[in-house]
């Protein structure tokens, strides 16, 4: 594709709910990431993948949340039994390999009501 | 643990302007990128510097690297108003892949 897509854009979910995010990289990037970037703060390093191995889980708050990117393509980024603390903008960024330029994605903005 | 500390967090300028975004950082580094946001919208690479001495330009923008010092700079001439953003600086570890950001700043430039 022409850049990293992700969806949805917006997503209103109840406390308690799980969600799943997705990113789409742009085609032929090996690399991709996921970050989570607060109101007025820089972006927060979750987790990243090379092709469908998760390299660097280190960033995830605890274990509700997961991801995953089965097949080296489309990622999904999984929050379980959401809490009001989980609202921000989820950012999904990806590059053509390691130690390359990341090209980040619009974002989804996640609010837990 | 790499840190990333960006100042000052607010700037509001005049027009025509020099102003300077300092950018320090707390271990050794591979890369260190600036990024610029605006509103609502994704971040959108500015520069990229890989060594020691390291100066980019575009516009009306020119970074700088300074490795010993851990320290880069991104310096603004003769402000315009379409520069009004958000930038944030990102490092990554010697040997790491993740991006480390700073706090951001918030520039504001005022006709």
């Known amino acids: 594709g022409a850049g990293v897509s992700q969806s949805p854009r917006y997503k209103v979910t109840k406390r308690g709910q799980d969600v799943a995010l997705r990113c789409d990289p742009i085609s032929g990037h090996v690399s991709l990431y996921w970050y989570r970037q607060a109101l007025g703060q820089g972006p927060e390093f979750l987790t990243y993948?090379?092709?469908?191995?998760?390299?660097?889980k280190s960033g995830l708050p605890n274990d509700r949340f997961s991801a995953e990117r089965p097949e080296g393509s489309i990622s999904t980024l999984t929050i379980q039994r959401t809490e009001q603390r989980d609202s921000a903008m989820y950012r999904c960024a990806s590059s053509l390999e390691q130690n390359t330029e990341a090209f980040f994605g619009q974002g989804t903005r996640l609010t837990v009501v | 643990e790499l840190k990333v500390e960006q100042n000052p967090l607010f700037l509001s300028m005049q027009e025509g302007k020099n102003y300077t975004i300092y950018c320090n950082y707390s271990?050794?580094?591979?890369?260190l990128y600036w990024y610029r946001q605006d509103p609502g919208k994704s971040l959108e690479s500015l520069f990229v510097?890989?060594?020691?001495?390291a100066v980019k330009q575009e516009g009306r923008l020119m970074a700088s690297l300074d490795t010993k010092a851990r320290l880069s700079t991104l310096h603004i001439t003769a402000a315009v108003h379409d520069l009004s953003a958000t930038y944030f600086c990102a490092v990554i570890g010697k040997g790491a892949q993740k991006l480390v950001f700073g706090q951001g700043t918030r520039l504001t430039i005022n006709p």
């Open positions: 510097l890989l060594s020691n001495g």
């Open positions: 993948f090379n092709y469908e191995a998760q390299q660097d």
């Open positions: 271990t050794t580094s591979d890369r």
